[in-house]
């Protein structure tokens, strides 16, 4: 299969039509319109087959993940998605591999009105580049800038349970077969808040997703809005399977210090927290308050039952 074959094959007429596009796959650029009164928002995230995902991954769901923490970057600005370009390297042409790869990508790309408007395909090792764009209402984009003193620290959802498939795996942890396919799943098919993101717009004073684990993604926002931070460790939502699996320190390592979750983590003044919670309630997400924005640039401080708290340095091969 050629190159023109597999483009026809695999995306040419398939998944997503949008009416704010003019030209799709097929010329040398893409041509789409933004609507009046809107920035476009334009994120790209790469994936390198033994740095971002196992080797024996299923395309199904590499396919959902390369998209999903494009989308995510995307959530986390408030941005509608729209248009997605996919730079695409491949070892070798798998028909069987593609048909997977791709019925994951268009699934996702379906579920969230994305059209998959152009890309370039080589030969190389393994590695996925897509660049997702999004419009969204000038102005009114949220951004790691906006945290005030005083602002609640929220998170969307669950935290750890990614970094809990990738740990588990490395250290052989014993994990009982449902707790092991339920971690694998949010490892594998990642949920970008989306609507949530949308929700915040106007609301929320900044927002950023959490890619490389909340301590590190917080710090984000701190350095860009010059404030710190407390965070009250235990009220981190974990899931079940998180909890029963390791010593609790050790999951709260997880849930906070590892990444992958794709989980935003926002702050709110106190005069929007109702309506913040209202907002996001209507999208079936539950807010989790965490912490709250301090003055200084001091490290963020940490609580377990309001008493100071430190992440444990131990690894985690005594439990392995
Ligand atoms: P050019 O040589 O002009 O850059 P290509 O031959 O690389 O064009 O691609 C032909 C068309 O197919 C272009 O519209 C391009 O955007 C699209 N395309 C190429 N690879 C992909 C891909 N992996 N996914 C989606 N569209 C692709
Ligand atoms: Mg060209």
Redo the contacts with the bound molecule.
């Keep these: 299969m050629k ?2 074959e597999l ?1 026809n094959r695999y ?1 040419t007429g398939r998944g997503v039509t949008r009416r704010d596009v003019d030209v799709g ?4 650029c ?1 041509l789409v319109n933004v609507p009046d009164n809107c920035q476009l928002a334009i994120t790209t995230d790469t994936l390198v087959e033994g740095v971002h995902f196992f080797a024996d991954i299923p395309p199904r769901a590499l396919g959902h993940r390369a998209l999903a923490v494009n989308l995510s970057d995307l959530a986390a600005m408030g941005a509608e998605p729209t248009w997605v ?2 730079g ?1 390297t491949l070892p070798k042409i798998d028909p069987e591999w593609l048909e997977e790869f791709t019925e994951g990508m268009h699934e996702i790309a379906e579920y969230f009105n994305v059209q ?1 408007i ?4 080589t030969q190389g090792p393994l590695t996925i580049t897509i660049c997702a764009k999004g419009t969204v209402p000038k102005g009114k984009a949220l951004t790691r800038s906006g945290a005030n003193v005083g602002d609640w620290i929220y998170v969307t959802g669950n935290l750890g349970d990614a970094a809990l498939a990738i740990e588990s795996r490395k250290n052989n942890w014993p994990l009982s077969e449902s707790d092991a396919a339920s971690a694998l799943k949010k490892f594998h098919y990642p949920s970008p808040r989306v609507a949530a993101g949308q929700a915040l717009r106007g609301i929320a004073s900044s927002a950023i997703d959490i890619s490389d684990g909340l301590l590190a993604d917080l710090s984000h926002i701190l350095r860009r809005s010059d404030v710190t931070a407390q965070i009250h460790a235990d009220k981190v939502p974990m899931s079940d399977a998180l909890r029963h699996s390791i010593p609790q320190d050790q999951a709260l390592k997880l849930a906070l210090a590892y990444g992958d979750d794709y989980e935003l983590l926002y702050t709110v003044s106190q005069d929007n927290k109702l309506i913040m919670e209202s907002k996001l309630h209507q999208y079936g997400v539950e807010p989790i308050c965490i912490g709250q924005i301090q003055p200084g640039n001091d490290d963020i401080e940490l609580l377990y039952d309001n008493q100071p708290w430190l992440l444990p340095e131990s690894g985690f091969e005594h439990f392995s």
């Design positions: 190159e023109f483009i995306f796959i097929g010329d040398d893409a370009s996919l695409l998959i152009g890309g370039d395909t």
